[in-house]
């Protein structure tokens, strides 16, 4: 792409640069409104454009050369280090900011108001320079009513915001995982304060599945190659349109025996489970779901289909998860809705369309979440919705604790390596609760195992379950006789239901 050489300069005119300017140049042209930008410049917002560094030159330095170093050598320009690798520039003369220069990407940030106008006063270039956004507008000092997309932080990266700063509900580019939260509850987790004093919270999940797989039968292209006895994926690239009736049959098994051996132990050591039920499996089989309810298990969803909604159509996803709580409301004794959800492979759509849908029902505050690996006790997110002043409930789940590994290399390669892996787990977090008090490490936290009727229903995978169950049934009545204080087995509804009572979330 062709770009425009323009110049700029500081007031007094002893401070200059050169700028390619292409779109192919530029990553950025916004009003900033953060509070940085407020106090260095003394203005309510200011207008950015970020470069990429070889499209800027300061005293004939290519911006691609520069170093924290260089700038020192340029005459008449003074930096100063505004936060780690990023260095506002000024004027030493007159005092004029002009932008910054961010070593850590190498790029520049300038004020187009520096630039050399036209003959018309005008800015040069502004075909390439026209502000598309308004950023930090949270931080900002005044409203601005105009029809530019306004963030709470950088665009696409964070909550869309209405002009008045209150989140925006109806923006499609919006969705709950803009921006990444990398320090959860460090090194001060909540003491959960379990029923009994519990010394963990142990959730079981069972993940129904069968029969809402990819395959032809269903409408799917290919058949299916994840979690089967073939491996995480097959390996053999499938035909478009054909059906492997290999593959369907050991996906039968776990309805017609793994479920019903795995239910027979919980019902026999009076333990009970959440189970992530696909809705078109349990539409083929319904009885799968009374006879969990019978068991006073509690049946949460596990979105409509068991395939990847990673690029599925947002509207055909949300009008599979309106059929998948359907499903499992028809196929409930109770004729109820499940409060859970775990889609498993998520589109960054999931969580705001499951939140939207369970508000329009008038069950969003009993709704939880657990498409998260990230922590060892449930936490409170905003409404993935954006709405103000709302939360849900995440409660997270397990990859490693899982008996999908038995499908995935490196993973489990027979019962007892499972249940050895299950009883590690455990027994870390016991122990764990055992620290002295004063250690912030010392809270009681949450395990969650995940179980597939296809997978460890099978009789040489079972005995790693059945050990397990064996181990926690008899150091629970160990724990207890030492202190009273045991595990506190339970479903995920029953673990988010005390969270709400105990850790309601803080605004």
């Given at each position: ?249 050991a996906y039968e098994y776990g309805s017609h025996r793994g479920f019903w051996r795995i239910l027979d132990l919980f019902k026999r050591h009076k333990m009970r489970f959440t189970s992530w039920s696909i809705g078109k499996a349990v539409q083929l089989n319904p009885a799968a779901v009374k006879a969990m309810e019978e068991a006073d298990c509690e049946v949460a969803s596990h979105s409509d289909r068991w395939i990847n909604y990673i690029q599925l159509d947002e509207e055909e996803e949300k009008r599979q998860i309106k059929q ?146 064996k181990h926690v049934e008899r150091r629970n009545e160990e724990l207890k006789r030492e202190d009273g204080r045991g595990v506190w087995i339970a479903t995920r509804e029953e673990i988010a239901q005390h969270w709400r009572e105990n850790h309601p979330p803080k605004k």
């Amino acid at each position: 792409m062709t770009s425009t050489t323009i110049t700029g300069h500081c007031h007094c005119k002893s401070l200059q640069y050169s700028l390619e300017a292409s779109k192919d140049n530029l990553d950025l042209s916004a009003y900033c409104h953060c509070s940085q930008c407020q106090r260095l410049n003394g203005a309510p917002f200011i207008w950015t454009t970020h470069w990429k560094g070889k499209a800027v030159k300061f005293s004939n330095i290519p911006g691609e050369e520069m170093t924290k170093e260089k700038l020192k050598d340029i005459n008449n320009l003074s930096s100063y280090n505004s936060k780690e690798q990023k260095y506002k520039l000024r004027c030493t003369n007159c005092g004029t900011p002009m932008g910054s220069w961010s070593e850590k990407r190498q790029g520049y940030s300038l004020w187009p108001s520096t630039l050399e106008r036209t003959s018309d006063n005008k800015i040069p270039a502004m075909d390439v320079l026209k502000p598309t956004d308004h950023i930090f507008y949270g931080s900002r000092s005044m409203d601005i009513q105009d029809n530019l997309p306004k963030w709470e932080g950088y665009p696409n990266q964070s909550k869309r915001l209405n002009n008045d700063g209150t989140p925006s509900s109806d923006d499609k580019n919006f969705h709950a995982h803009g921006i990444r939260d990398i320090i959860g509850y460090g090194n001060n987790p909540p003491h959960p304060r379990w029923p009994g004093n519990a010394r963990l919270a142990l959730s079981f999940v069972l993940n129904y599945e069968e029969g809402g797989e990819n395959t032809p039968l269903n409408g799917d292209t290919y058949f299916e190659q994840f979690l089967t006895e073939g491996g995480a994926a097959n390996g053999v690239p499938p035909t478009p349109g054909v059906r492997n009736l290999s593959v369907e049959s050991a996906y039968e098994y776990g309805s017609h025996r793994g479920f019903w051996r795995i239910l027979d132990l919980f019902k026999r050591h009076k333990m009970r489970f959440t189970s992530w039920s696909i809705g078109k499996a349990v539409q083929l089989n319904p009885a799968a779901v009374k006879a969990m309810e019978e068991a006073d298990c509690e049946v949460a969803s596990h979105s409509d289909r068991w395939i990847n909604y990673i690029q599925l159509d947002e509207e055909e996803e949300k009008r599979q998860i309106k059929q998948a709580i359907a499903s499992i409301k028809e196929a409930s004794s109770q004729k109820r809705e499940p409060r859970g959800w775990y889609t498993g492979r998520q589109s960054v759509n999931t969580r705001r369309l499951v939140y939207s849908t369970y508000k329009e029902m008038g069950l969003h505050h009993t709704l939880y979440d657990s498409d998260a690996y990230d922590e060892d006790l449930p936490y409170w997110v905003s409404a993935p919705d954006g709405t103000p002043d709302e939360y849900l409930l995440v409660i997270p789940y397990t990859f490693d604790n899982n008996d999908m590994k038995f499908a995935i290399t490196p993973g489990f390669y027979n019962a007892t390596a499972f249940s050895t892996y299950l009883i590690d787990a455990f027994e870390t977090l016991i122990e764990e609760s055992q620290l002295p008090s004063e250690n912030p490490l010392s809270v009681p936290k949450m395990m969650s195992v995940g179980l597939h009727c296809r997978v460890v229903g099978r009789p040489g995978r079972f005995k790693g379950l059945v050990d397990f169950v064996k181990h926690v049934e008899r150091r629970n009545e160990e724990l207890k006789r030492e202190d009273g204080r045991g595990v506190w087995i339970a479903t995920r509804e029953e673990i988010a239901q005390h969270w709400r009572e105990n850790h309601p979330p803080k605004k």
